[in-house]
């Protein structure tokens, strides 16, 4: 790749020249040693000593996502003894890693991307220190995949036609040039990167405990010299105070799945999630308590066409129809987008940027209502019915009347402005030029006559960017700029971005500010300073490295004659099947041990053991849309029928 790695880690250099004097005073190396042990030779003590702790380890990363994975793996890299630990079950950890495009954004010229990056944030604040950090490790992130991850089949995406909209974002901004974009193994969309990144993790359990269903609660500071020194963590429905020697890495993600956040931060009351669904906010309310500075708490991403909006779905719940599609069937013809009251305000057919629109010069996100609809006529909604995209659930959905003037009355909109709308809409499409949005004359079709057809959509959110704001240390700074001792974020909690999103730059910074973030984090600190304000507490350490973890072992079960296990490794992790199989014949497969998504690989996972069971074989078709379901299951039933002998 043109880029030496001989020396250890491509952020080394990077790291220490941003760091302060006052900051390199604080490493060294590691050590177990509690505060209260060097104290206790003294006689005096120090605030952690009030605290009853029920655990104790080196550095606590609170998110298990693809910044979290990087910053446990470089932390227990120094040498760290890590705790990671994460709000989802097992299987479901991952945050909007999991479900994203799997690229990654670099450049080949650090000078272009920094004012590429600076251009980006449109005039709104940004910290030139970490921006500089960033785009110098982005030359570097191929190579630096290649060398730590071993991602041999690593593929560069610029000038390919399928994602040029993306690469650049922003072509007409400075610095553009320079963009590319990458995935692990030439896809995309198939969890690749999010596998990648995992897998060092479980390659570390020596060093790295795992905990699922343990969201963080707090963060415990002391009083007097602010210094982070555990998390108190809801560890399966109890909560226990965790000690952190050296560091908290916080990369538990945005709040999108927070209603009360996104309604006081973006001004969205209704909405739908694309990704995960439990990124809550919690970093950003443990950050306040300790009087983190926030920023980035208005921007927010969404996808593809209709301004970003989908197809409603209940609160809470994921959009359908995955990242990139709003409302199959509606790219062109005779349909309009509009509002509550049934006023159009977006150009239904344009390729967004991140949910983006362009306005007056500039993108921006567009503010949906509470009730949004697309509007269409019986010819359009013939088409899509033709095309087979009225699936079961839009036909639930969609509300149906003979006339503009009774979807107006059935749905709540106001008649007169939904006829003045489509009289207007229809002028555009005749005459080949939109005067109000700009849609483009060979997608507009004038509405006929009724029956007419609304689908109710919502604003979809892809992920946030707002959180406690962080240096080019990965350290969280407070609201007087310091750093707070100990505090450390990386992901989409506080994401870089202030106005403009280049794609695939989140997962960028996951590895990024991962890697500094655990490497800082891990690093031994100063001895806390003498408190006396409480009595000393005797601590009982039930969790220490190698007490507890959650990492999955291989599962064993029960066989009895003719019946065989085999694994195969799903977006969930392990996949394990039993197979009853005598004299050449398949009897029956049992899937004993998955944890992949219910509504996509366990949907398929529901079909495939009858389909080895017809075919009489393993070389059976992969599911639509779960793929990487259906290879893990053929993958398991293979190594089943191979202890079989077939």
Not at 242 to 266: I, K, Q
Not at 533 to 548: D, N, V
Request: proline share 3%.
């Amino acid at each position: 790749m043109g880029t030496d790695l001989s020396r250890r880690g491509f952020l080394k250099g990077a790291a220490a020249g941003v760091l302060g004097t006052a900051s390199m005073s604080l490493l060294g190396g590691c050590a177990p040693q509690t505060g209260g042990q060097a104290a206790a030779a003294s006689g005096s003590y120090t605030y952690a000593d009030t605290i009853e702790w029920q655990g104790e380890y080196d550095v606590l990363v609170m998110g298990f996502g693809g910044a979290g994975a990087v910053a446990a793996h470089f932390a227990a890299k120094e040498g760290a003894e890590v705790l990671l630990f994460d709000a989802a079950p097992e299987g479901h950890e991952g945050g909007n890693t999991r479900y994203c495009g799997q690229f990654v954004v670099f450049g080949d010229d650090q000078s272009k991307l920094l004012t590429y990056y600076k251009a980006l944030a449109g005039g709104m604040e940004y910290d030139e220190e970490l921006l500089s950090a960033f785009t110098k490790a982005q030359v570097e992130l191929p190579a630096f995949m290649i060398e730590e991850y071993g991602t041999t089949g690593l593929t560069k995406f610029r000038g390919v036609p399928a994602v040029a909209w993306a690469i650049p974002e922003f072509p007409e901004l400075e610095g553009s040039d320079t963009i590319d974009s990458f995935s692990v193994n030439g896809k995309s969309s198939d969890s690749a990167l999010w596998q990648t990144l995992r897998g060092k993790v479980y390659e570390n359990t020596d060093k790295i405990d795992i905990w699922y269903e343990s969201p963080g609660i707090a963060l415990i500071q002391d009083p007097e010299s602010k210094t982070i020194l555990g998390v108190t963590i809801n560890r399966k429905g109890a909560d226990v105070h965790v000690r952190a020697r050296n560091g908290v890495v916080m990369t538990c993600g945005g709040f999108e799945n927070n209603p009360r956040m996104v309604s006081d931060y973006l001004g969205v009351a209704r909405y739908n999630p694309i990704g995960t669904l439990y990124n809550r906010g919690d970093g950003i309310a443990m950050g306040l308590a300790v009087n983190a500075d926030l920023w980035h708490m208005s921007c927010y991403e969404g996808i593809a066409s209709l301004g970003g909006a989908g197809l409603e779905m209940e609160m809470g719940e994921r959009s359908p129809y995955g990242a990139k599609i709003g409302l199959p069937g509606c790219a062109s013809g005779s349909f309009v987008l509009v509002g509550g009251n049934g006023s159009r305000y977006v150009n239904e057919t344009e390729t967004t940027r991140h949910g983006h629109v362009a306005r007056s010069g500039e993108w921006v996100i567009p503010q949906h209502t509470n009730r949004n609809f697309v509007v269409t006529d019986q010819a359009q909604y013939d088409q899509m019915t033709e095309a087979g995209v009225v699936d079961d659930f839009m036909s639930s959905k969609v509300v149906q009347a003979d006339s503009l003037e009774a979807l107006a009355e059935a749905t709540g909109m106001h008649a007169d402005v939904l006829a003045r709308t489509v009289e207007k809409f229809n002028r555009y499409a005749e005459q080949g030029d939109d005067e109000e949005f700009g849609r483009a004359a060979d997608t507009m079709r004038a509405l006929g006559a009724g029956p007419y057809y609304a689908f109710p959509l919502v604003a979809r959110i892809l992920n946030t960017q707002g959180g406690p704001r962080r240096n080019a240390n990965a350290e969280v700074l407070d609201t007087d700029g310091n750093p707070i001792p100990h505090l450390y974020s990386a992901g989409e909690l506080g994401g870089l971005t202030a106005k403009n999103y280049q794609g695939a730059t989140n997962m960028a910074e996951c590895i990024v500010f991962g890697k500094i973030a655990g490497e800082n984090a891990a690093r031994r600190k100063d001895e806390l300073a003498a408190y006396a304000a409480r009595e000393q507490a005797k601590s009982t350490l039930t969790y220490t490295l190698g007490a507890e973890t959650d990492a999955s072992a291989t599962a064993t079960f029960e066989t009895g004659e003719h019946e065989y296990l085999g694994t195969g490794e799903g977006i969930g992790g392990e996949l394990v099947v039993k197979v009853k199989a005598d004299a050449g014949t398949i009897e029956a497969v049992e899937i004993m041990k998955q944890n992949e998504t219910p509504d996509i690989g366990g949907k398929a996972l529901a079909d495939l053991p009858q389909r080895v069971l017809d075919a009489q074989s393993a070389k059976i078709d992969v599911v639509s849309g779960a793929t990487v379901t259906s290879k893990a299951f053929i993958a398991a039933v293979e190594a089943a029928l191979s202890e079989a002998g077939m």
